[in-house]
Every structure is written in structure tokens, then in C-alpha cells.
């Protein structure tokens, strides 16, 4: 059973960093592109960041270039999203999904609270 | 970015047949999927591709379409397919719409 789990989530305030972490169990993690998806409270989906199942490729949305950066550990079947310079907008539940174009695998989220 | 636009929504009764509609800014050829999200969990893929129905989901649910229109349809409604219903695109940047959300009657 493929099994996305986050962790690292938090109140944080503005301007600080945060690293959030996805432990991935059930399938051949090295094989995947891996992408972060994001959802403000009572808002929409949005799409944050994608990674290859290499980690030679990186893509990132416009608002958050520069600030955050994805990344992963095959031999620790693990996803991670190293967030810096937070901002109120950036809260959001974070999930983690398996996937480079759609996402048939979804974690069950971490909630990133950017607030002084 | 490629702007998907849905109808904010819907309200039908168990045992119709619904279709969402999702209409993106550009063509994105066939590269376009349907989840569903019920509150307070996570979103599931449905449909991918506009019309290939993902592994486990019932087949009162298929989408349609290509280019720019695209068609999730539920034939028949049951009370547990009440959700929001978002459209998201891989022919670039992957976008989402803004959700289509079914309620029952």
C-alpha cells in the first residue's frame, strides 16, 4: 500500500524557514517524480513544486522561486520542501503527492501557519 | 500560467446525472484530470488524461473532452459523491481550477 506521510508542519512567523518532510513506503520511491501541492485554508488547490525521480530536475511556481527549495533522499524514501523567507501567504496545509504531471497518491497533509 | 475555469456549484438530486465543466485558458490537449476532495481530507484522482478513470472509482464517474473544454460526468449521483470536484492541467505549469462544489438535494 503506497503511504505518503508528512511531517514538520507548524506555527512559524514571518520571514522565518521551515522544512517540511514526506516519508514515502509502498512503492520503489527512486522511480517517481515527486511534487508538493498547498491549500490555504477554505481555498483551492495550488501547486507548489516538482521534482524528478532523480532529483536532476526541479520546477517551482512563480511566488514561491527563490524561497523554497525541493529536494529528496532516495535511499531514505524521502521528500522534503526547505521553505525560507515565509510569508502570511504561504499558510496553507502542504501535501505531499506522487507524481510529475497528475498525482493519483496524496499524503494526508501538514499545516503550515505563517503568523508573528 | 493556464487559467482552468469551473462553475463555483452545484446542486442535484441522488440519482441524476450531473456534469461538471472545467474550461481551460489554452489548449492543453488531452492533458487534463479531475479529484475529488470531501472536507477535511485529501484530494483523490479520479479521472486522468480527460478520460481514463482511475484504479478503485466507480464508473458512475468518466470525463470527456480535449483542447480547451473539458466534462467530468456522474451517472448515477449518489449522497456520498457530495465534494468539491477540482480540474488541474499538465500541459505546463500544473494549475487547478477553482472547484466545482456538489451538493444533494
Known amino acids: 500500500e503506497v503511504q505518503l506521510v508528512e511531517s514538520g508542519g507548524g506555527l512559524v512567523q514571518p520571514g522565518r524557514s521551515m522544512k517540511l518532510s514526506c516519508a514515502a513506503s509502498?512503492?520503489?520511491?527512486?522511480?517517481?517524480?515527486m511534487a508538493w501541492v498547498r491549500q490555504a485554508p477554505t481555498k483551492g488547490l495550488e501547486w507548489v513544486a516538482t521534482?524528478?525521480?532523480?532529483?536532476?530536475?526541479?520546477y517551482y511556481r512563480d511566488s514561491v522561486k527563490g524561497r523554497f527549495t525541493i529536494s529528496r533522499d532516495n535511499a531514505k524514501s524521502t521528500l522534503y520542501l526547505q521553505m525560507n523567507s515565509l510569508r502570511s501567504e504561504d499558510t496553507a496545509t502542504y501535501y505531499c503527492?506522487?507524481?510529475?504531471?497528475?498525482?493519483?497518491?496524496w499524503g494526508q497533509g501538514t499545516l503550515v501557519t505563517v503568523s508573528s | 500560467d493556464t487559467v482552468l475555469t469551473q462553475s463555483p456549484a452545484l446542486a442535484v438530486s441522488p440519482g441524476e446525472r450531473v456534469t461538471i465543466s472545467c474550461r481551460a485558458s489554452?489548449?492543453?490537449?488531452?492533458?487534463m484530470h479531475w479529484y475529488q476532495q470531501k472536507p477535511g481530507q485529501q484530494p483523490t484522482l479520479l479521472i486522468y488524461?480527460?478520460?481514463n478513470l482511475e484504479s478503485g472509482v466507480p464508473a458512475r464517474f468518466s470525463g470527456s473532452g480535449s483542447g480547451t473544454d473539458f466534462t467530468l460526468t456522474i451517472d448515477p449521483v449518489e449522497a456520498d459523491d457530495t465534494a468539491t470536484y477540482y480540474c488541474?492541467?499538465?500541459?505546463?505549469?500544473?494549475?487547478f481550477g477553482g472547484g466545482t462544489k456538489l451538493e444533494l438535494k
Open positions: 503527492t506522487r507524481g510529475a504531471s497528475y498525482y493519483p497518491y
Open positions: 509502498g512503492f520503489t520511491f527512486s522511480n517517481y517524480g
Open positions: 521534482i524528478s525521480y532523480d532529483g536532476s530536475s526541479t
Open positions: 489554452e489548449s492543453v490537449s488531452t492533458l
Open positions: 488524461l480527460a478520460s
Open positions: 488541474q492541467q499538465s500541459w505546463n505549469d500544473p494549475t
